[in-house]
């Protein structure tokens, strides 16, 4: 969709019934034109404070699933990244395209687990984000997301997840994930920890609702067993 019909379509999406929803979309469809204010309000620069030494120096090719209003899209091409934003809720998808303009975002409507459409183009990701979105998937959603990720990520990529503990909003499908459970999945297809941090939100109404966040992150590497 070009940025013209985006943002045509940015204007009039919020409010009405979109394509059909996606499992673990729940409730963002309904919530979207709230939620990019209070996302766009946290700079992303901030919201990944615990992971920066992380990000890539040098201009990269980062996959960011479940983007969202695209602000960390954006702020990653911004840097210099060409970005595959992958969105399947409409109702935030096509508002971000209107809102951050970029050729070096490419957004595109796919959706964990499977992935279909992103993996059929056969690329890897020298970094892959994934941020409030794994505890959306159930444990076997989980089990069947995790070897799709590990194919999309280069040999030395990184794979960093930000997973939600804490109440679950009213109208939201979200599961409560320990680290040590993603941690052992992951390991099996040779993404390997290197950070897990816990942190508070950075959104004042999730902090005083006592959301906390799980960080971690992995590299893609074999050992030799």
Known sequence: MSYRRAKRASATIWGHKMSAQVSGTEGYTEEAK????RYEAIPAAHAHRT???????TPGHILDIGSGTGRDAA???AQGHRVVAVEPTEAMRVPAMALHRS??????DDSLPDLASLRQRGETFDLTMLTAVWMHLDAEQRRLAMPNLASLIRPQGVMIMKIRHGPVPTGRRMFEVPAEETIELARIHDLHPILNRQTESGDERNRI????????AFVKTKIPS
């Open 103 to 108: 050729p070096l975002i490419e957004w595109l």
């Open 209 to 216: 609702a006592g959301v906390t966040w799980t960080n971690l």
């Open 34 to 37: 709230e939620l990019f204010t």
């Open 75 to 77: 702020w990653f091409a």
């Open 51 to 57: 992971v920066l030494h992380l990000i890539p120096s």
